[in-house]
């Protein structure tokens, strides 16, 4: 009996050495790996499988720290870029507006034709810092959404109508296409009508030639549709066009913030509207299905 019972207590004895060495092993590697001394995962052989299945689960989130330590750093570098952007719009404004300062004191003869420019600059400046503005508040995991029902066709003739004046400066002609009946929805207005100011301020602002803008109603709520003619864009820059602060080289001469479109993607977010972009035959399109 008694020497069945040594026998016993050695093999636990052993197998409990050898799962301490394992979970050592484990601890080793995960030192290394923290110190940067190793770059490959932990291995996972092992002869018991508890031990297996940890260093399995050790891996896996490894690798999800590693994918939010890179998603985080593209971020930092987006934001360090967003805010370089943004400071260069902001300070052209201002570098103008200081050179016509100077202008009217050596050529006061040029006064009228000279505050007509700087009061262009200083709405161009108010216009990039409200954008900022609502963008900030679209961005805002707390901002109250009141639904309600109303008429989105009544919406968009509303908005057209508010911006008319900026068409007709801009040589502009909307082709416009919208049902004959009321087009209800029930969703915040203000969103709506923020969405619909932005599409058409961004359509108004890079179109290279003509703006389509259609409503069109469907058997489950409706689809609007605001197009314009662009310059060839490659796919890549069809999937940054909703990004914070994001605009196109040919878009800075313009002013803007590239703001715009980053707002409408928040706010349709927030309402659980589907919005979509691409390209057809030198148009740009969005799609925003309510």
Not at 26 to 52: D, M
Not at 130 to 152: C, G, I, N, R, S
Not at 174 to 195: F, H, M, N, T, W
Not at 260 to 268: D, E, F, N, T, Y
Request: include cysteine; aromatic fraction near 6%; charged fraction near 25%.
């Amino acid at each position: 009996m008694v020497p069945l019972l040594s026998i016993l207590l050695v093999s636990v004895a052993l197998v409990f050495l050898a799962y301490w060495r394992e979970i050592h092993r484990i601890i080793r590697q995960l030192h290394s790996f923290n110190q940067g001394e190793i770059h490959t995962k932990l291995s996972n052989q092992s002869i018991f499988c508890s031990t297996e299945k940890l260093a399995g689960e050790i891996n896996r989130t490894l690798t999800i720290n590693e994918t939010l330590q890179e998603t985080a750093a593209k971020q930092e570098r987006h934001l360090r870029k967003s805010i370089g952007d943004l400071s260069h719009d902001l300070r052209t404004p201002l570098t103008v507006l200081q050179g016509y300062e100077e202008l009217l004191e050596s050529q006061p003869e040029h006064q009228q034709e000279y505050l007509l420019a700087m009061r262009q600059k200083c709405t161009q400046l108010t216009e990039i810092i409200d954008t900022f503005a609502q963008w900030y508040q679209a961005e805002d995991p707390d901002l109250p959404l009141h639904k309600d029902v109303f008429d989105l066709a009544e919406l968009l003739i509303h908005c057209l109508v508010e911006q008319a004046h900026l068409f007709q400066q801009a040589g502009l002609e909307p082709e416009i296409k919208l049902p004959e009946e009321p087009v209800y929805c029930c969703s915040d207005r203000g969103a709506c009508q923020r969405i619909l100011e932005n599409l058409l301020t961004n359509a108004r602002k890079h179109t290279t030639g003509r703006i389509y803008v259609e409503l069109q109603l469907q058997k489950k709520g409706a689809d609007l549709v605001v197009a314009n003619e662009v310059d060839e864009m490659a796919p890549e820059e069809i999937s940054v066009l909703f990004q914070r602060f994001y605009q196109r080289d040919s878009a800075r001469t313009k002013g803007g913030s590239g703001l715009g479109l980053s707002i409408v993607k928040a706010l349709a977010d927030k309402l659980e509207i589907k919005i979509s972009a691409g390209t057809e035959k030198g148009w740009l399109w969005m799609r925003i299905r309510f």
